[in-house]
């Protein structure tokens, strides 16, 4: 295997474990530790590092090694004052590029799945539908800003699931923002996703301050 594709499949697998909370925020690692778990050597895992360093995944603490990236309150207020930004100005500005087929496919997937097996499973479709939104801007820089969130949301939701009762009222929610999609009404479609992203805020914040820390219970859990 060459150099690259090394360096490639070493990134894809720690993050993949950071972002499953296999490595749990806060918890301490070191190149010598990867290398045996991933059986790869040192060049690959040291060039993971640093690409994970550069998206706010892990933080290089030498000569320890490196520590995966807490969520703090601040980071939660961050992630959810970007998403308003985005997700709000892409649906009022480029709402109308959107294929009016795949909103109805959304619509008829919401309407007709009442019961979710998992959360995650509701997640992965209601992510789906947010993507399309940001890609349509074909804006490189939203783009591009959207996955590093997508990757914090992935993290926060493995240790914060969505409740049935969120998930019911989200699906509600969605419903109402597909019918104004599929009608044009792009100012009427932000406020509704904007009370979307409110419900994704306010269940989030609320379990973090329900307290002990949720992120630290899981990384105790882990050990």
């Known amino acids: 295997m060459s150099k690259e594709s090394l360096k490639t499949q070493a990134y894809q697998i720690i993050k993949q ?46 000569p320890k090694g490196f520590i995966i990236k807490e969520i703090t309150l601040k980071d939660l207020n961050a992630y959810f004052e970007t998403r308003y930004f985005l997700e709000l100005y892409t649906i009022k500005e480029y709402g109308r590029n959107i294929d009016k087929h795949e909103l109805e496919i959304f619509f008829k997937f919401f309407n007709e799945t009442v019961c979710f097996p998992t959360p995650e499973d509701f997640y992965r479709i209601a992510s789906s539908l947010h993507n399309i939104f940001i890609e349509e801007s074909a804006n490189p820089y939203f783009i591009q800003t959207y996955d590093q969130l997508n990757a914090q949301e992935f993290r926060i939701r493995k240790l914060i699931p969505l409740d049935p009762e969120c998930i019911c009222q989200l699906r509600e929610l969605y419903m109402e923002l597909l019918t104004l999609c599929l009608e044009e009404n792009w100012k009427q479609g932000a406020s509704s996703l904007e009370h979307i992203l409110d419900t994704y805020r306010d269940f989030t914040f609320s379990s973090y301050l329900s307290g002990p820390n949720i992120f630290e219970r899981n990384r105790n859990e882990q050990k």
Do not use: W, Y
Not at 34 to 57: F, G, K, N
């Open 17 to 62: 474990k950071i972002l499953n909370c296999e490595f749990p925020p806060g918890t301490l690692m070191n190149e010598n530790s990867l290398c045996q778990l991933l059986s790869i050597s040192r060049t690959p895992v040291r060039d993971a590092i640093s690409r994970l360093e550069h998206e706010s995944l892990v933080q290089i603490t030498p």
